[in-house]
């Protein structure tokens, strides 16, 4: 399982993913979730995904191997909008799932598999989509301006009180962080590293780029002061009066 979350506000882009695909008491593997197409003043595109990871890894190949191969007129480093974008993605996620699927289900194998694709394109705005594992999309708006894919439960309560369109990105990072966290403490199939990705409207360039270790400093600071903070506003809560 793993957890990725993406925001589209209005000063920029947060992209955050986990890098845990299994887990058990003997065997936790790790494989980056994210994948960054940039090339600075013309686009910046960052893609996360969950599920099945040999469905989404071939995904991803085949919108390289489009780019290498240059037979199509249209690809990731062509594409004239995130629109476009979005809906390579799914054309490459369901010929993988077309060609694999049925081997798949043959072994109880689950080739499902979800994206999260956002950035920007010189000459529009900054996009953010979610793509199913059928290939159809759908793209954030100013009321709903995050996505959640893979294990989402957990940390969506504090985004859904804290973030919205006007949030700043240093505040939506801080989020972004403690999102993972509860997530983390509460399901053992999320894990460390996180890779996390900010990204400024209008700059066609990547702002900051970080891979999240067990020991970084800040993320054991956040650890340590959520928790203690909410225990701390959970004892200042009145007691209920019907008791």
Same mark, same amino acid.
């Given at each position: 399982m793993t957890y990725c979350v993406a925001m589209s506000l209005d000063a920029g882009m947060i992209f955050a993913s986990d890098s845990r695909t299994n887990a058990g008491v003997d065997h936790i593997a790790r494989f980056s979730k994210m994948r960054v197409f940039a090339r600075d003043k013309?686009?910046?595109?960052?893609?996360?995904? !969950? =599920?099945?990871?040999?469905? /989404?890894?071939?995904?991803?190949?085949?919108?390289?191997?489009?780019?290498?191969? =240059?037979? !199509?007129?249209?690809?990731?480093?062509?594409?004239? !909008?995130?629109?476009?974008?979005?809906r390579l993605l799914g054309d490459a996620l369901r010929e993988v799932r077309a060609r694999d699927g049925p081997y798949m289900l043959q072994n109880n194998i689950d080739a499902s598999a979800n994206f999260i694709v956002g950035g920007q394109v010189q000459g529009e705005?900054?996009?953010?989509?979610?793509?199913?594992?059928? =290939?159809?999309?759908?793209?954030?708006?100013?009321?709903t301006c995050y996505f959640q894919i893979g294990e989402s439960k957990y940390g969506k309560p504090v985004i859904d009180r804290v973030v919205h369109r006007g949030t700043t990105?240093?505040?939506? /990072?801080?989020?972004?962080?403690?999102?993972f966290d509860s997530t983390m403490r509460s399901n053992i199939s999320v894990g460390l590293?996180?890779?996390?990705?900010?990204?400024?409207? =209008? !700059?066609?360039?990547?702002?900051?780029?970080?891979?999240?270790?067990?020991?970084d400093p800040y993320f054991q600071l956040i650890h340590h002061q959520w928790g203690e903070g909410l225990r701390r506003v959970f004892a200042q809560l009145p007691d209920p009066d019907w008791l």
């Open positions: 013309d686009r910046v595109v960052v893609t996360l995904s !969950s =599920g099945n990871l040999s469905v /989404t890894q071939n995904a991803i190949n085949i919108l390289e191997q489009q780019a290498r191969s =240059g037979e !199509s007129d249209v690809n990731i480093w062509t594409a004239k !909008s995130m629109y476009e974008v979005a705005q900054s996009r953010l989509f979610e793509v199913y594992s059928e =290939g159809n999309f759908i793209e954030a708006t100013p009321d990105l240093l505040d939506a /990072t801080k989020c972004v962080i403690v999102s590293p996180i890779d996390l990705l900010v990204y400024e409207t =209008g !700059s066609l360039q990547v702002a900051l780029q970080r891979r999240i270790q067990e020991f």
